[in-house]
Every structure is written in structure tokens, then in C-alpha cells.
């Protein structure tokens, strides 16, 4: 029989100090308090030699995954609706999947209408394959193509997707799976989960959302209220998505569907299983502006990795339910029951769901806009996980600390580090320097009236309590966490809020190492 108790948060030097420092992330990332260093000379550049010794130092296992992608016009069918989109052939793109250590060779050709770039999302990759242009590659031009080569240096659940403009809330993403050929988890069979919000083709383009909500609150549509309480659309923006867990504002965007793999709750993808069978779940929010707070009806969930890195087994790491940011990663374990059930995602604070099946056995999936037990209880938050003690950091004292604080608001649209708004012609007018070899502690300071979800590139960071390792973390309003990270991969690593809009707003910044 399920158990069904509430969640209760570990009472230790880490609890939450307001209702949530949330983490079903947590963390943050790293830039600087102190003015940005704008002499691009004295950064070090993605073609140093320091770049491929670095890269020729990593343990490799001497096999290469060749992969080719292609990034076209595509449609996707959600029910009844047809959506014109873009994609790498399919929604989410097939799974690439390859060993810790194993070299991979991915060549995209680009057939869009505009320039693209494939950015490979949580791995601490050499720099000049990062996928960032402007900062460590031109992008790819219309009728072009690059080759990304480089060694995964780390096993874990990770996913990639372009960096240019809004085209991560369009079809051009997929998952990356690196496999430990030591894996100490003992379970059957992984089923790959990603989540996405959608309105391309439906309802608008992203560069159209982002035309919109740049002109702030003056530039909103008119307004569209779904019922006597809940969210209200306005245009193409949502006013009022509330949640309990993220704060007043739990999203700037009206999205008609929610997807997992690509589908939507009218035909769900199906995973079939057997009774007593493990299965890994990794989970993996592909979303623009959304956060899902996800259950396994029947089930409980038994975290096991965040942003692809292990954590301790025990109490705290077993939850009902997960709340994952945009950019996070989850795997989880379940011990599948007898029967149908129904993999529920819902888009926190904002009154939908979707939802895909695991069948086990005879049965109809149970009805998933009812009252859940699963979501009774607060989500897991990643403040109450600690890290594998294989892949935790040395103690060591900070050799630079370092503070950043998160601006803007949503009236004038005008998301920013410390301020100072992104300029994509002139990257790095927006840097803050350190220096290979440090251990770099930052505090980060969200002063906006909104969560953020902070990735951070090139490196995973833990919390600076004993936390678990991440690269991406929500950041809660008003709060204030801190986070440590050893600059063992030289290069220069784009920093930034993974809500897309946000981002292109302003909400970037470069972590850029010493020359």
C-alpha cells in the first residue's frame, strides 16, 4: 500500500528560513557583486591551448558516438491541433546515448531561416564546444553546420538545445544520457521523461511572446479570464499564476498545452512495465516559463540524482511528489506496482496537467484531474538532499567570494544581473573574472518579486551547507542562498535565468577565467 504521509522537511542547519527556499533546485549559480571586467583581453579565450589540454587530460574510454542532427521546419500533432514548429526531426529529438568518457561527434546542419547552435545543457564540456555564440562559437549560419566533438567526462541525466534567441521554447531539444559503466543503482529499465510547455504554432511564436512582454505591463493583450479565481490571460501573458511553493508570480506565460515527450494528455505516451519491476525515471524540464510538480500515482518517488549527480539514499530523499524548475533534472526510482498508472505533471501555479501512463497490468489510468494524494504534501525540495559523498566537494576555504543579485520586475521587463541587462553584441561587457584552480563561493541574492531558475555552464556546484551538486536551482523571491564551485574547467561559461524570456530579457551574464 502506498504511503501517503506528508513530506516532512529535515529540521538541520539547512531548513528553510521562508516558506520555501524552495529548491526542488536551490543553488544558484555565479557571478559577481563587484563591477564587471570588460577588458576582453584578460579572459581567456574558447581557443587557448589551455582549452584542449584540459580536454586531453580527461579519462577516456576511446569510442566515439557519431550523431547527426538536423535543425528544419517541422509540424507537431498535439490532438486535434497541427503546429508549425521547428525541431531536430522529431519532438523530443531521438535520445543520444553514450558512456562516461566516451567521445561524442554530433554534426548539425542547420535549415532553419535563421542562425542556431546546439548547446549541451549540464555537461562540464570543453569551453569552445559549449554551444553559446558570441561567447565560445559563431553560430551556425542558415545552410551551415558545425561539428561538436568532445568527452563526456561525467555520467548523469543531461539534455541539449539551442542558445540563440527564444528557439529553446521551440521543438529543437532532446536528451543526453551518459551511462556509468560503474553504475552502483540497482534497478530494471530508465524511461526517459521530458516536459514542455507549448504554444509555437498554437497560439503564437516565442519571438512573438518575447516582442510582447518586452513592451511590459502597457503592452499586454486583452484579458481573458478562465473562471472566478486562478490565473487570467492577457495576450499571450498570464497574470496571476500563484503557487504556494514558488511565490506570487509562478509564470509570465499563457501556453495552451503541456507535453510530456512530446505528447499531450489526449494521447499519452505509454511505458509498459511488470509488476516489481525498478525503473529509473529521469526527468528532465524542457520548459520556457514553466515548473512541473510531477507524481507517479500509487507510487512514491525515491530521488536518486539531481542535475546528474548522485545523492545519499534515506529518508529525506523519498518523496510523494518533485517540483522541477526549468533546466533541472531529477532521477528517481519506483518499484512499479500491479496496474495502470498515471505519470502527472502539472504546471505549478498555473491550473493545468498533463500526463503520460506506466501499465503494469490490467486497469484504466486513473483520473488525473481529481484531487491527488500525491500532491497533497509539498514537493521535494533539493535543500533537504545531501550529496553522494563520492562527488562531494573537499572542504576548503573560498579563495574569491562573490555576490550577484537578480533585478528587474515584470512591469518594465527589464530582467538583469546587478542591474545591468545583457548585451548579446558585446558579451562580455557583462563578465566577472576568476581564476583556474580557485574554490569560488558565491552568495546570490534575488531581489525581484519572482522566482529564477539559475544554470550555471561548464560546472555543477553544491550548496555551500553540504547540499546536493546541481547546475541549475530556482532561486525563490527575496531569498538568498549560497552555493560553491572549484573553476577546474577553464574557458568562458555563460551564466543566466533558464526562463527563456527572462534570459532574453537581460538575465545572462559570463563567468569568464583569467588569461
Known amino acids: 500500500m502506498t504511503d501517503h504521509r506528508p513530506l516532512h522537511r529535515p529540521q538541520n542547519p539547512r531548513s528553510l528560513r521562508r516558506r520555501g527556499f524552495l529548491t526542488g533546485t536551490l543553488g544558484i549559480l555565479a557571478l559577481s557583486a563587484c563591477a564587471p571586467q570588460s577588458k576582453a583581453a584578460g579572459y581567456l579565450s574558447p581557443d587557448d591551448p589551455r582549452i584542449g589540454e584540459v580536454e586531453t587530460a580527461r579519462d577516456t574510454t576511446g569510442n566515439t558516438v557519431t550523431v547527426d542532427l538536423t535543425a528544419a521546419a517541422s509540424t507537431l500533432q498535439i490532438g486535434d491541433t497541427t503546429a508549425q514548429t521547428w525541431s531536430f526531426g522529431e519532438i523530443p529529438a531521438p535520445v543520444i546515448r553514450m558512456t562516461r568518457g566516451d567521445r561524442l561527434k554530433a554534426t548539425v546542419r542547420n535549415d532553419l531561416p535563421e542562425d542556431t547552435t546546439v548547446h549541451w545543457h549540464g555537461l562540464a564540456l570543453r569551453n569552445d564546444m559549449d554551444g553559446v555564440p558570441g561567447v565560445t562559437q559563431d553560430p551556425i549560419p542558415a545552410g551551415g553546420s558545425y561539428t561538436y566533438d568532445f568527452i563526456a567526462p561525467h555520467p548523469g541525466t543531461y539534455w541539449f538545445h539551442p542558445h540563440v534567441g527564444t528557439q529553446l521554447d521551440r521543438g529543437l531539444y532532446g536528451a543526453l544520457i551518459v551511462d556509468d559503466p560503474e553504475e552502483p543503482l540497482n534497478y530494471d529499465r530508465d524511461w526517459v521523461i521530458i516536459l514542455d510547455d507549448w504554444l509555437d504554432g498554437v497560439t503564437a511564436t516565442p519571438d512573438d511572446v518575447l516582442t510582447e512582454l518586452s513592451k511590459g505591463m502597457g503592452g499586454m493583450g486583452g484579458m481573458d479570464h478562465g473562471g472566478m479565481s486562478g490565473p487570467m490571460r492577457m495576450g499571450n501573458t498570464l497574470m496571476g499564476a500563484s503557487s504556494d511553493v514558488l ?52 507510487h512514491r518517488l525515491t530521488v536518486t540524482h539531481t542535475d546528474g549527480f548522485p545523492v545519499e539514499a534515506g529518508d529525506a530523499a523519498v518523496a510523494d511528489s518533485l517540483l522541477i524548475g526549468m533546466g533541472e533534472r531529477y532521477d ?94 558585446k558579451p562580455l561587457t557583462n563578465a566577472w573574472s576568476i581564476s583556474e584552480g580557485e574554490r569560488v563561493r558565491v552568495r546570490f541574492v534575488n531581489d525581484t518579486d519572482m522566482w529564477h531558475p539559475i544554470h550555471l555552464h561548464g560546472h555543477t556546484y553544491q550548496l555551500a551547507d553540504g547540499g546536493p551538486r546541481k547546475d541549475t536551482s530556482i532561486v525563490l523571491p527575496g531569498a538568498t542562498l549560497t552555493i560553491d564551485f572549484d573553476a577546474d574547467n577553464p574557458g568562458r561559461w555563460l551564466t543566466h535565468c533558464h526562463n527563456v524570456y527572462h534570459g532574453e530579457a537581460g538575465m545572462m551574464g559570463v563567468i569568464a577565467y583569467q588569461a
Open 247 to 298: 511565490g506570487g508570480d509562478a509564470g509570465d506565460v499563457f501556453y495552451p498545452h503541456y507535453l510530456v515527450n512530446g505528447r499531450g494528455p489526449d494521447d499519452p505516451e505509454i511505458f509498459d512495465a511488470k509488476p516489481g519491476e525498478k525503473i529509473r525515471l529521469r526527468i528532465i524540464n524542457a520548459g520556457g516559463d514553466t515548473a512541473f510538480r510531477v507524481a507517479l500515482t500509487g
Open 332 to 425: 528517481a526510482i519506483v518499484t512499479v506496482g500491479d496496474g495502470v498508472f498515471a505519470l502527472v505533471a502539472e504546471a505549478e501555479g498555473k491550473g493545468a496537467r498533463t500526463h503520460a501512463v506506466l501499465r503494469a497490468g490490467s486497469g484504466q489510468v486513473p483520473g488525473v484531474d481529481r484531487d491527488l494524494s500525491e500532491f497533497v504534501s509539498a514537493p521535494l525540495a533539493a535543500e533537504a538532499l545531501t550529496a553522494a559523498k563520492a562527488v562531494t566537494l573537499l572542504q576548503k576555504r573560498p579563495d574569491q567570494e562573490l555576490t550577484i543579485r537578480l533585478t528587474g520586475s515584470m512591469a518594465k521587463y527589464d530582467w538583469a544581473f546587478d542591474g545591468k541587462r545583457f548585451d548579446h553584441a
